[in-house]
């Protein structure tokens, strides 16, 4: 019971940890007006009255982005206000006092964390509407000493209370509503059955080497901006 308590404390301080790096190296776009922004990054763009120029575009690796009737636009490290002015201006050339709204999301973050027992722990991107089940099965599914009955999906928000899901329920076709939708950076744990402690601790030292691997990516990509 004592090891189980530690365990438990462990993994806890683990995805906080996990969370204030991505929050530190990544901000919120949508929240903070200084948002530079960077490659990667998902771009609505809305052209008032305008199909046509109404789309998403992704920022490529150089910075720029493709758009009509304007062609190739270097953004990186603008504001999506300063964006707003200079789409403005251009369309101007071709529209009659243009109205322009960008929105933005960072593809790199939306990312879901499978760890645990299963066959092939990481994260997987994350797609609006994949519920627990689809990303367990990407993951190769539970492996043979995963307590099916207690399955932890931990939210990016701590706030939140951990959700425990019983898979057996789901499997057997008991309880299909427990297949929830997963959230952008949820993280899923699927413990061991009780009986199997001896390896606990290698199961910290592999959350820990996802969560460092993950965060050490978004300083590379943050020192090259």
Same mark, same amino acid.
């Given at each position: 019971?004592?090891?189980? !308590?530690?365990?438990? +404390?462990?993994?806890?301080? #683990? #995805?906080? @940890?996990?969370?204030?790096?991505?929050?530190?190296?990544?901000?919120?776009? &949508?929240?903070?007006?200084?948002?530079?922004?960077?490659?990667?990054? &998902?771009?609505?763009?809305? !052209?008032? %009255?305008?199909?046509?120029?109404?789309?998403?575009?992704? $920022?490529?690796?150089?910075?720029? !982005?493709?758009?009509? @009737?304007?062609?190739?636009?270097?953004?990186?490290?603008?504001?999506?206000?300063?964006?707003?002015?200079? @789409?403005?201006?251009?369309?101007?050339?071709?529209?009659?006092?243009?109205?322009?709204?960008?929105?933005?999301?960072? %593809?790199? @973050?939306?990312?879901?964390?499978?760890?645990?027992?299963?066959?092939?722990?990481?994260?997987?991107?994350? +797609?609006?509407?994949?519920?627990?089940?689809?990303?367990?099965?990407?993951?190769?599914?539970?492996?043979?000493?995963?307590?099916?009955?207690?399955?932890?999906?931990?939210?990016?928000?701590?706030?939140?209370?951990?959700?425990?899901?019983?898979?057996?329920?789901?499997?057997?076709?008991?309880?299909?509503?427990?297949?929830?939708?997963?959230?952008?950076?949820?993280?899923?744990? #699927? %413990?061991?059955?009780?009986?199997?402690?001896?390896?606990?601790?290698?199961?910290?030292? &592999?959350?820990?080497?996802?969560? $460092?691997?993950?965060?050490?990516?978004?300083?590379?990509?943050?020192?090259?901006?």
């Amino acid at each position: 019971m004592k090891r189980s !308590v530690v365990f438990t +404390a462990l993994l806890t301080t #683990l #995805l906080i @940890l996990a969370a204030g790096a991505w929050a530190n190296q990544a901000g919120d776009p &949508q929240e903070d007006e200084n948002y530079r922004i960077r490659p990667g990054d &998902q771009l609505h763009i809305y !052209v008032h %009255e305008n199909a046509d120029l109404t789309m998403n575009v992704t $920022v490529l690796g150089d910075g720029s !982005v493709s758009y009509p @009737l304007v062609g190739n636009l270097y953004v990186e490290g603008l504001t999506v206000s300063g964006l707003e002015d200079i @789409l403005t201006e251009k369309l101007g050339q071709y529209l009659q006092r243009p109205v322009v709204v960008i929105t933005i999301g960072t %593809e790199t @973050l939306n990312k879901i964390y499978i760890m645990g027992h299963v066959r092939i722990p990481g994260d997987y991107s994350y +797609a609006e509407g994949r519920r627990l089940t689809d990303y367990l099965a990407m993951a190769g599914g539970p492996d043979e000493v995963a307590n099916l009955k207690k399955c932890n999906v931990y939210s990016k928000d701590f706030s939140r209370p951990r959700r425990v899901v019983n898979l057996k329920d789901i499997l057997d076709d008991k309880d299909r509503s427990q297949d929830i939708e997963l959230e952008p950076n949820d993280t899923v744990f #699927l %413990e061991r059955r009780s009986g199997f402690l001896v390896t606990n601790w290698a199961e910290i030292g &592999q959350i820990f080497g996802i969560i $460092v691997g993950a965060t050490t990516l978004y300083f590379i990509a943050d020192r090259n901006r």
